[in-house]
């Protein structure tokens, strides 16, 4: 008899350092991998704020261990603990590192990192590296005595966020300085600003981001070479007009070398020469220039360098040399003002008190602004998120810096019991906020009137805040044409039709922010009930600045008490939106504008997506709930998205706030058959894709729906959908038993048995029985009675409590017997016997098996029979009896393959691989457990593949390859994680039905095992 055991394996041993797995066959067996194309181009990361860097030390050695974390990304990556200098690793390493500095509290997911990192070449594990080069980065970011709990990497929503908040990089210095310069050169103080300048541009060392790898830092390189070259331009522009011309003369040579193709250089070195008196140097400058873009690039020399030529042939003193009057933007070409000067308009809607939060989007809005050009920034987001407060408050901290007015326009897009405004009505009242609207102007003609504006606003710097546009082509018209001007737009809808250098897509404050907002409204003793009301009052808010407003305003004055009641109240959903509302605030009708503008599709879609069983939801989840195909349904989820009563919280997944989830399920009650129609939908949907992620196949479920006619290409597909509904499968069950849906509640929690117990998640596995079994009287399909209490007894003897297992699973026998059903009867006695084989009792679980098969004939469960195979060889091959052991094994392997079911025929070929082994096969062991190795990991039963890479381990052992061996035993450890020990041992052994030694006496209990297995002989003489 072997001594070999797979609980014995030191794979169980589960210290060392985490290790992502890729596809085994692509690691161990020459498989080959296949580059993924990606699509060209990466998003940069516009001008976000981060904090302060100071002055950073050129070494790194000291003694300090403390102080900040700062960064340098003007030069080669580089960061500080306090003076000491980290060592961040791999330049890969760096690169993700930089793709989560340079985005600062945007969540960015792994596949965007692996896309930013290694481009069209992502590496064979794919995403998987991703949390190993997280981990390492927090190690080397975080003190040795820290917790990685407080790292600067947050994990969030299926990717990564940096909390830039305690961290200081040269880039915010960098913004700093260069917002210095521009106040200076605003002011007339032109010395201040070249000196600004001077120090912003000290700040490269080198260029930006160099050596680093991958798409996005070659994108960042890019925009940060290209700043410093604008900085540059800035910074002589002052120069020459304060006359020293002769000091830039040698820096533009420079810089027209390093940039051949510039003209906008090439304009300013020719202006400086003309300036020192060397005009035929700079007609030299332009013939090379000229024969260069020619000769190279096929094109003549654009406007501006043209124009600069053309003033040094006529020595035009004013255009090349002629410095700006005094206190004035340098861009400013307008000619002077005729008559006494125009009043300056400030249409600014007031403040709000109480602004919150809404750090990183302010600082987005504040962004330095292009001096050529207009710039438009726009911020959408679902009603009462406070894109309006947002706007207004970034708008009045910068409004000094346009001095021909800031504008206000409303364009009523989603206010209930108002007009929409059209543009022609716009347009003229922001020609008479100029002081050029004009009698000649036909205020029917659109097109004319915003010729109008573009002209009036041309040699103007303005600010024009456009709220609550509807769409982008009612924005289009309104914006002025002035360079250096700003437009901030709000919309409920995505305005991807209208060019922005920025687009905030605002959500809810956070927890925190919400919390202070309250508090700041209601006051109080800050005692703990009342910081636990408000704190749940938040919650039930939604976190909403309109709702938050509406309640604070109510709770304003009252006693402590009434926080208390009004949590009471809002946590009933039938009445929370009933309690949002005062005088002309209602949360419920800013929601329902945005409703009644809904196509007939798109509302039939938001209503009944409020019936979600699950918080986050697929195309595959509204085709469910509408009986629609699942392009369909993700075409009519985007449309959803643009209206902002979506969110897209990861790439594919959707979720309604939960606000605007309590609406949708407020006007769904409405339309009963609809509800009727979509709940039956959505719960078959689950239904089958349980039944679809099964091992046991479809003969296992004879009622209710089919397996093989989900959405669903193979088991794979299946489980990786359940997958992304995480821990509120059981929640679906619980809705579909507490809306009446019973049948489907219990076919679910049936259907996810095979699912939770491969993934050790028992308890869930129980809580869904658990939940339905009490709901007998209301069941139409009784097969179930008997086949929940065998699941039951599933999940209680893989954790092995074989007691309890015993008595389910005979409860489930007993009642099978009584109504005749073969099927249940058949898996009650195989799932009893190999629970009698794990607990010690081979000649018990022998004969359970064998009437097991002999009822299985019967209904052709192919399942079943391999069941029976594998456990009756592991009952041989525990007994000593290796031929016949080989003989089960070899016939459970060849049907496993027949009927292709990867969970169990990988079992069967660890049972066959250790029978190899113990037999001194090793080279057909190892091939064996490879094959089972691979297909342990493609269903992800964790245990599984833990002892699988463990008898690997061994079997590379014997053949000589200790290398081998020690990189089986350490993906094991990786594998099994931070499971305990003990208990996955446990877990293990139960799952393949073994013991180490049987508590039978095994003379006798081989005697009744021969007697068991010859009753189960069919007539050919092969087992069954």
């Known amino acids: 008899m072997s001594s070999t055991r797979p609980e014995e394996e030191t794979v169980l041993d589960h210290g060392g350092e985490p290790h992502a797995l890729g596809s085994f066959r692509a690691r161990h067996c020459g498989g080959r991998r296949t580059a993924r194309k990606v699509a060209s181009g990466w998003p940069t990361t516009g001008d976000a704020r981060v904090p302060i860097l100071p002055s950073v030390p050129s070494n790194g050695e000291s003694s300090t261990h403390g102080g900040p974390l700062r960064f340098a990304v003007l030069g080669p990556l580089q960061a500080w603990r306090g003076d000491v200098r980290l060592d961040l690793g791999p330049v890969r390493q760096q690169a993700l590192l930089t793709a989560l500095l340079l985005r600062p509290g945007t969540t960015v997911s792994r596949q965007q990192l692996l896309d930013g990192v290694w481009g069209p070449e992502p590496p064979g594990t794919g995403a998987k590296v991703i949390p190993v080069y997280v981990h390492q980065l927090r190690r080397r970011l975080e003190l040795e005595a820290r917790s990685t709990a407080g790292s600067v990497i947050v994990t969030d929503r299926g990717g990564y966020r940096f ?52 798409p996005f830092a070659e994108a960042e390189r890019l925009r940060l070479s290209e700043y410093r070259l604008v900085l540059a331009r800035d910074k002589v522009e002052c120069q020459l007009w304060l006359g020293r011309h002769a000091e830039v003369v040698a820096e533009l040579f420079a810089l027209s070398a390093t940039h051949p193709h510039n003209e906008s250089v090439a304009a300013l070195l020719m202006r400086a020469l003309y300036a020192a008196g060397r005009q035929a140097d700079a007609l030299s400058v332009f013939a090379k220039v000229r024969r260069r873009l020619v000769e190279e690039q096929g094109t003549e020399p654009g406007g501006e360098l043209r124009r600069v030529h053309e003033a040094v042939l006529r020595a035009d003193d004013v255009l090349l040399v002629g410095a700006p009057p005094p206190a004035s933007r340098s861009t400013d070409r307008r000619p002077p003002a005729a008559g006494p000067p125009r009043r300056l308009r400030d249409e600014l809607p007031v403040d709000v008190s109480g602004f919150t939060g809404r750090d990183h989007e302010l600082d ?18 679902m009603a009462g998120v406070g894109k309006t407060a947002l706007v207004v408050r970034a708008a009045r901290a910068v409004r000094d810096r346009f001095p021909d007015g800031c504008l206000f326009v409303d364009l009523n897009g989603h206010r209930q019991g108002r007009e929409a405004a059209v543009p022609e009505r716009v347009l003229r009242r922001l020609l008479r906020a100029v002081g050029d609207l004009t009698e000649d102007d036909d205020p029917s003609d659109v097109e004319g009137l915003a010729a109008s504006w573009r002209a009036a606003t041309a040699f103007l710097r303005l600010m024009v805040v456009v709220d609550d546009a509807r769409a982008a082509r009612q924005v289009r018209p309104l914006l002025p044409a002035g360079p250096g001007s700003l437009v901030l737009v709000t919309s409920r809808r995505r305005l991807t039709g209208l060019d ?35 704190r749940e009052l938040a919650r039930l808010c939604d976190r909403l600045p309109l709702a938050l407003r509406v309640v604070g305003a109510r709770m304003q004055s009252r006693p402590p008490w009434a926080l208390e009641r009004m949590v009471a109240r809002m946590a009933d959903d039938e009445h929370r939106l009933a309690e949002l509302a005062v005088e002309d605030r209602s949360v419920e009708a800013a929601f329902q504008v945005s409703y009644d503008q809904l196509p007939d599709v798109q509302r ?30 993700e075409r009519v989820l985007e449309s959803l998205v643009e209206t902002s009563l979506v969110q897209e919280a990861v790439t594919g997944r959707y979720r309604l706030h939960d606000l605007v989830a309590v609406y949708a399920r407020r006007v769904a009650a409405a339309h009963p058959a609809e509800v009727a129609a979509a709940r039956a939908g959505v719960f078959r949907l689950y239904v089958a894709a349980a039944r679809r992620a099964s091992d046991w196949g479809p003969v296992a479920f004879p009622t209710g729906p089919r397996a093989d006619t989900a959405p669903f290409a193979h088991g794979e597909e299946a489980t990786a959908w359940l997958d992304a509904a995480g821990g509120e499968l059981v929640d679906v069950v619980a809705q579909a038993a507490a809306v009446g849906h019973v049948d489907d509640g219990r076919r679910l929690a049936e259907g996810l048995c095979d699912y939770f117990t491969r993934q050790g998640r028992y308890h869930e596995c129980r809580t869904a029985v658990e939940i339905v079994l009490p709901l ?14 065998t699941c039951m007894g599933i999940a209680y003897g893989l954790q092995g409590h074989y007691g309890q297992a015993r008595r389910w699973l005979g409860e489930a026998l007993r009642m099978s017997r009584r109504t005749g059903d073969v099927l249940e009867q058949a898996r009650a006695l195989g799932s009893l016997g190999i629970f009698a084989n794990a ?44 031929d016949k052991a080989q003989e089960c094994y070899a016939a459970a392997v060849g049907l496993a393959e027949r009927i292709g079911r990867p969970r169990i025929l990988s079992k069967t070929l660890f049972r066959m691989g250790t029978l190899q082994l ?107």
């Open 163 to 214: 909390d830039a908040r305690s961290v200081r990089t040269d880039l915010a210095r960098l913004r700093e300085i260069v917002e210095e310069a521009h106040s200076a050169r605003d002011s007339g103080d032109l010395a201040a600003a070249v000196s600004a300048w001077t120090a912003a541009l000290d700040l490269f060392h080198g260029e930006p981001l160099s050596a680093l790898p991958g």
């Open 364 to 381: 987005a809005l504040l962004a330095p602004v292009d001096e050529q050009a207009v710039t438009v920034r726009a911020v959408d987001g």
């Open 500 to 534: 922005a250098d920025r687009r905030i897509s605002l959500a809810p404050l956070e927890t925190d922010e919400a919390e202070a907002f309250l508090t700041g409204v209601v006051g109080g003793t800050g005692s703990d009930p009342e910081c636990a009301a408000v």
């Open 604 to 633: 039939r879609a938001f209503r009944v997506l409020g019936l979600s069983p699950t918080v986050s939801f697929d195309r595959l989840t509204l085709a469910g709930l509408l009986g629609l195909s699942p392009s369909a349904a």
């Open 776 to 789: 007998t009287e209301r069941l139409t399909d009784q097969r179930m009675v008997s086949q929940l209490r």
């Open 839 to 882: 607990a010690g009792e081979p000649a018990e679980a022998a004969a359970l098996l064998a009437e097991s098969a002999d009822l299985s004939r019967g209904v052709e469960d192919d399942w079943l029979a391999v069941m029976y195979l594998a456990n009756v060889g592991a009952v041989h091959h525990q007994v000593g009896e290796k």
């Open 918 to 1024: 113990d037999r001194g096969r090793h080279a057909q062991a190892a091939d064996a457990l490879t094959r089972a190795a691979e297909l342990a990991e493609r269903v992800g039963d964790v245990p599984l593949l833990a002892a699988v890479l463990g008898r690997l381990a061994a079997a590379e052992e014997c053949l000589g390859n200790p290398a081998a061996a020690a990189r089986f035993h350490a993906e094991a450890r990786a594998a099994v994680g931070g499971r305990p020990g003990a208990g996955l041992k446990a877990e293990i052994r139960n799952r393949l039905g073994w013991r180490q030694a049987a508590t039978e006496d095994l003379v006798q209990a081989r005697d009744r095992f021969e007697r068991a297995v010859a009753r189960s002989r069919t007539a050919s003489g092969e087992l069954a």
